[in-house]
């Protein structure tokens, strides 16, 4: 247990020198190159895809811009008396403009709603999702404040897997320091079977650079039988040069057997984006509390870094 705190200590003290290294570095001439360089690659990806777009659409149809994303994201998390656990993640959101205004295809290593599910649930606030090869198209309509989106998802491995999602999104409320956001989903899954997913988030500024967070996540699959509903509640500090500090409180119940809280945690997400829109980190020190554990204190280290090209 000692040796595991020396090693959460060193792992999170060589982080902040890191990247304290690239705060300072951001006004140099090596951030300057990796800017540079971050372009070279933005472009060369949107080239490709509107190629790609072109041949598709069999001529050019609009002037809009290709607006193609490359993401790279990892994932590190290390627990007490646990091994250090790393995940990788690959995001390509292919943006066609000519083939159609409204449709994208995309192509990812991890499935984006189990992404924000575990994410959302997860002590350490990351997913640590196995890595799967998922393509996606997506269709979105919007009618005043309310957007209607569907997107079928399908497999590459070699087990055939489909999932048909219908997502509905409202901001019923959104004002200078208010913002009340619901999500409702039906999902069609071959190995969960028909489910559905509600979320509630209500955001209040309620100080100069002080906002209260509060979400709700309620998920039901008839496959397995299982309900699950998890609250996240927490207060974030934002300073200058795009850096916030947050405290936040998690909690997961279930109905296995019967229903139950079957864990809750705190987190101190620290957030830091060096280069606006290319890199961003996240540096997330907790304390999980399990059921399956008898509620004994696991802490934790989860540091997420992600490229956008």
């Known amino acids: 247990m000692a040796q595991m705190k020396i090693n959460l200590l060193i792992l999170l003290i060589s982080n902040l020198i890191f990247f304290s290294f690239l705060s300072f570095a951001a006004e140099s001439q090596l951030i300057d190159k990796l800017i540079v360089e971050n372009i070279e690659v933005s472009e060369k990806v949107d080239s490709m895809a509107d190629t790609l777009d072109i041949w598709l659409a069999t001529k ?91 997107h079928p998802q399908f497999d590459l491995g070699s087990k055939l897997y489909t999932r048909y999602i219908l997502q509905l999104q409202n901001v019923m409320l959104k004002k200078a320091k208010h913002q009340f956001n619901t999500v409702l989903k039906f999902i069609g899954d071959t190995e969960k079977g028909v489910g559905q997913i509600v979320l509630w988030e209500y955001r209040f500024e309620f100080l100069p650079h002080w906002t209260f967070n509060q979400a709700l996540l309620e998920e039901y699959f008839d496959g397995t039988n299982e309900f699950v509903f998890s609250t996240r509640t927490g207060v974030t500090r934002s300073f200058l040069r795009r850096r916030s500090l947050g405290l936040v409180f998690n909690t997961t119940s279930n109905n296995r057997p019967s229903y139950h809280l079957a864990q809750y945690s705190i987190q101190m997400p620290w957030q830091h984006e060096p280069l606006k829109n290319v890199f961003r980190y996240e540096v997330t020190p907790f304390v999980e509390f399990k059921k399956e554990n008898a509620f004994v204190d696991v802490p934790g280290l989860a540091l997420s870094t992600e490229i956008q090209f």
């Open 60 to 150: 050019r149809q609009t002037l809009e811009p290709n607006k193609t994303k490359l993401i790279l994201k990892n994932d590190f998390v290390s627990k007490e008396n646990s091994e250090l656990e790393y995940t990788p993640y690959i995001d390509i959101d292919l943006h066609l403009p000519q083939l159609q205004e409204k449709w994208q295809i995309s192509f990812s290593n991890y499935d984006r709603l189990e992404d924000e599910r575990e994410s959302f649930k997860n002590s350490s606030g990351h997913s640590q999702l196995d890595q799967k090869n998922y393509l996606g198209l997506s269709f979105t309509r919007n009618i005043g404040n309310l957007d209607f989106s569907f």
